[in-house]
């Protein structure tokens, strides 16, 4: 029954507005299908590749300033 009056609904909305009642649908609908799927996947423990990466030095040391640029726009 209220199938039918949501189907009665949409076939009174604009064909110009039917696009966004679609994607309102639509991803409402992926995320009940990922709420359900997130409930059944087991999380992987913290740390699994603990001493396997070894970060240099050098990627704590400041940016040189023509990339600091490019991140703020600047040519």
Do not use: C
Request: hydrophobic share 40%; proline share 7%; aromatic share 8%.
């Amino acid at each position: 029954m209220l199938q039918e009056q949501l189907i009665e609904e949409i076939k009174q909305i604009p064909n110009e507005k039917l696009a966004e009642v679609y994607d309102l649908i639509h991803y409402f609908r992926l995320g009940l299908v990922q709420e359900q799927s997130t409930d059944t996947i087991r999380q992987r423990p913290i740390g699994l590749a603990k001493g396997q990466l070894e970060i240099p030095a050098s990627f704590f040391e400041p940016l040189p300033n023509d990339i600091l640029n490019t991140f703020e726009g600047i040519k």
